[in-house]
């Protein structure tokens, strides 16, 4: 079947511009107290998610946006870990990827794109650490509650951007830190402790899955998915990378409850894709909407 569409923009030199401005900017350095406490262990990110809304939610792009989906979804397993760990934070909806797409590419990129479609890793991590993110609710005139690429393609140009009432909205809901990743440890790692990875690559897959869930790399891709699982098995150690194009889009055999639209990556391939054009960044800290404990109906 026909590949989805991709978006990722390899620019080094803006990975470079926001690894300069960030207070956290790799996980090598960052991540040092959690360093090894992944090695041998097996979780499963997607879960906190999926438990939360009853089942998980498969983005399906329409346009090259990959970038925004894979660090929306970032955020939403991120917030679902949080509230699963008892932080005192409430879910309200999935996160709008068009806003994170819209800042990535005008607010961030200063429109540098042009018309074409597609976004930098970096600039996304900026995005929802500095501006924020929106909710898949109705914010006035905008609806965003259900994904829309022509809306996320009209945001993007490079005179729009979002909308100046939105950003208001956005700003208090921001990720607290990002982190370049640029290995299989670090990735497991961040996992391992709660934090998932927006994996941009160049790097390809089949779409058929193998006995044991894993798709072989082939190909090349300018894409951006999500690392959301690790299983450290001294056998054939992995992560799990969720994909933005549908439930269906590849097939074959599944474990440990993954879900549709997904595959597992070998731990060698994972460290092609985050050594190889860094740009990948884990996610950590987010900023919710406070739990308020009402004993009365608000009219």
């Not at 499963?44 to 346009?63: D, N, R, S």
């Not at 006035?140 to 979002?162: F, T």
Request: hydrophobic fraction near 35%; proline fraction near 5%; charge should be negative.
């Amino acid at each position: 079947m026909p590949f989805g569409p991709q978006g990722h923009v390899y620019d080094w030199r803006q990975v470079e511009a926001s690894l300069a401005a960030s207070p956290t900017p790799s996980f090598a350095s960052t991540g040092h107290q959690i360093y090894g406490s992944g090695e041998g262990k097996t979780v499963c990110l997607w879960l906190a998610l999926q438990k939360l809304l009853g089942q998980f939610p498969v983005h399906e792009q329409t346009i090259g946006d990959c970038v925004s989906h894979g660090f929306g979804l970032g955020v939403d397993v991120l917030q679902a870990v949080e509230i699963q760990s008892g932080d005192n934070e409430r879910w309200v909806a999935e996160t709008a990827t068009e806003s994170i797409y819209a800042i990535s590419r005008v607010e961030r990129g200063k429109g540098q794109l042009g018309n074409g479609d597609g976004s930098v890793g970096a600039w996304a991590a900026d995005a929802v650490t500095q501006w924020g993110v929106l909710q898949r609710i109705q914010y006035g005139q905008h609806d965003l509650r259900v994904y829309s690429g022509q809306r996320a393609k009209e945001w993007g140009r490079p005179r729009a951007g979002l909308p100046d009432d939105l950003e208001p909205k956005a700003k208090p809901f921001v990720v607290g830190v990002t982190s370049l990743v640029t290995t299989y440890e670090q990735a497991r790692d961040a996992i391992a402790n709660g934090y998932p990875v927006a994996v941009c690559s160049d790097q390809g897959f089949d779409d058929v899955r193998d006995s044991e869930g894993f798709a072989r790399a082939m190909g090349s891709w300018a894409h951006c998915m999500c690392f959301v699982g690790v299983d450290d098995n001294p056998k054939r150690p992995g992560l799990l990378c969720q994909n933005s194009w549908g439930r269906n889009w590849i097939r074959g055999p599944k474990r440990l409850g993954q879900p549709d639209g997904s595959f597992w990556v070998d731990a060698d391939v994972a460290n092609r894709m985050l050594g190889r054009n860094p740009d990948s960044w884990a996610l950590g800290k987010f900023s919710g909407y406070p739990a308020q404990n009402l004993d009365y109906l608000l009219v």
